[in-house]
């Protein structure tokens, strides 16, 4: 089945910005998405296709994705940005969806 | 505005069932593709089943297959999850969320309700 690897944590200092990558075999070939999940909160889905933002969620969040790796991009992070972040893909050859296991973003 | 409501979680012994609805309102439910994802105490998110916004196309995880069962009432708009042979494992908050289709991320997400297999 396929695997999508995250790193459990990334810190890092207000305003500066902060990178949460998701690994998986050729990820780049399939559409990424990306959830914010706060504490004691459902996720929320803060990237989707890749690249693409639901409406209301601050520009201050990108994603891209090419060859193994897809990355969510916070730029100029806020207090506010403190939480855990999924990715999650459709794998096709299972007709699986399947989340990575989650980082766990840490505001300095 | 879209609102997921979950329920029907507790408390059910090991080898038990319980049935989880969603009831959906906001949106025309019978358009849309419907998914339960679970997330075990404080552990990551795991999705566990999705159908089809006709229910043509139902999938299932590894870890379910067999002993849960995902349906919907278009006529009700409301989800459901029956889930038997529980086990201890199975102990999670369960959500339910939307879908475009099957593929598709889930836009939204309901509050989730607890379920809890132990003797």
């Known amino acids: 089945s396929y695997v999508l690897t995250q790193p459990p944590s990334v810190s890092v200092a207000p305003g500066q910005t902060a990178r949460i990558t998701c690994g998986g075999n050729?990820?780049?070939?399939?559409?990424v998405h990306w959830y914010q999940q706060k504490p004691g909160q459902a996720p929320v889905l803060v990237v989707y296709?890749?690249?693409d933002r639901p409406s209301g969620i601050p520009e201050r969040f990108s994603g891209s994705n090419s060859g193994n790796t897809a990355t969510l991009t916070i730029s100029r992070v806020e207090a506010g940005d403190e939480a855990d972040y999924y990715c999650q893909v459709w794998d096709s050859s299972s007709d699986h969806q399947v989340f990575g296991g989650g980082t766990k973003l840490t505001v300095l | 505005e879209v609102q997921l409501v979950e329920s029907g979680g507790g408390l059910v012994k090991p080898g038990g069932s319980l049935r989880l609805s969603c009831a959906a309102s906001?949106?025309?439910?019978?358009?849309?593709?419907m998914n339960w994802v679970r997330q075990a105490p404080g552990k990551g998110l795991e999705w566990v089943s999705s159908?089809?916004?006709?229910?043509?196309?139902?999938y299932y995880a590894d870890s379910v297959k067999g002993r849960f069962t995902i349906s919907r009432d278009n006529a009700k708009n409301s989800l459901y999850l029956q889930m038997n042979s529980l086990r201890a494992e199975d102990t999670a908050v369960y959500y339910c969320?939307?879908?475009?289709?099957?593929?598709?991320?889930?836009?939204?997400w309901g509050q989730g309700t607890l379920v809890t297999v132990s003797s």
């Open positions: 969320a939307r879908g475009t289709t099957v593929v598709t991320p889930a836009d939204y």
């Open positions: 906001g949106f025309t439910f019978s358009s849309y593709s």
């Open positions: 159908i089809s916004s006709s229910s043509s196309y139902i």
């Open positions: 050729n990820i780049g070939s399939k559409s």
């Open positions: 296709d890749d690249s």
